[in-house]
Antibody, heavy 121, light 110 residues
Framework: EVQLVESGGGLVQPGGSLRLSCAASGFTFSSYWMSWVRQAPGKGLEWVANIKQDGSEKYYVDSVKGRFTISRDNAKNSLYLQMNSLRAEDTAVYYC??????????????WGQGTLVTVSS | QSALTQPASVSGSPGQSITISCTGTSSDVGSYNLVSWYQQHPGKAPKLMIYEGSKRPSGVSNRFSGSKSGNTASLTISGLQAEDEADYYCCSYAGSSTFVFGTGTKVTVL
């Protein structure tokens, strides 16, 4: 059974940093693109970033470029999101998601339960 | 990277069929056969319902179907059931390994 378990969320002040983690199990982690998707309170879903199987390619939504960094450790079956210079508008539940495509990124087949990040003074 | 446009709400009675539209542009929905649909119940993680425009993952009811015409994708739920009441989001590949989600539609079963 595919499992994705996020951790690392919490309350942080504006301008601060936070590192999210996603522990994966039940599949060959190194074979899939992985993504972070967020959802602000009462709002819709927003794709944030993704990373290729070997970590050689990374892509971001414009609003987080230069502030967030996605990474992965295939030996530890883990996905990460380093978030710097956090703003109030980054407040959201952050979901880890596994792609369903066999080659390039195509859709989000499996999701974690999410971790809440609150940016507030 | 503007969000795809969905109606804010759609409702129907049990047993009826409803259709949710998802309008994008020639840079996303219109250019790729990579539209997916997600169901989200309150407080829960999203669940994949349709991928590659019209394919259903294993375990998803055949009451759910997807299609696309030009820059607009659609999700149809036939034989509406109480358990279908949820938020639904479309998502499209937008080129260069990026994605854009729809604004979301709240489905109410009357």
């Amino acid at each position: 059974e595919v499992q994705l378990v996020e951790s690392g969320g919490g309350l942080v002040q504006p301008g601060g940093s936070l590192r999210l983690s996603c522990a994966a199990s039940g599949f060959t982690f190194s074979s899939y693109w992985m993504s972070w998707v967020r959802q602000a309170p009462g709002k819709g879903l927003e794709w944030v970033a993704n990373i290729k199987q070997d970590g050689s390619e990374k892509y971001y939504v414009d609003s987080v470029k230069g502030r967030f960094t996605i990474s992965r450790d295939n030996a530890k079956n883990s996905l990460y999101l380093q978030m710097n210079s956090l703003r109030a508008e980054d407040t959201a539940v952050y979901y880890c998601a596994r792609d369903g495509g066999s080659y390039g990124p195509e859709y989000f087949q499996h999701w974690g339960q999410g971790t809440l990040v609150t940016v507030s003074s | 990277q503007s969000a795809l446009t969905q109606p804010a709400s759609v409702s129907g009675s049990p047993g009826q069929s409803i259709t949710i539209s998802c309008t994008g542009t020639s840079s996303d929905v219109g250019s790729y056969n990579l539209v997916s649909w997600y169901q989200q119940h309150p407080g829960k993680a999203p669940k994949l319902m349709i991928y590659e425009g019209s394919k259903r993952p294993s375990g998803v009811s055949n009451r759910f179907s997807g299609s696309k015409s030009g820059n607009t994708a659609s999700l149809t739920i036939s034989g509406l059931q109480a358990e279908d009441e949820a938020d639904y989001y479309c998502c499209s590949y937008a080129g260069s390994s990026t994605f854009v989600f729809g604004t979301g539609t709240k489905v109410t079963v009357l």
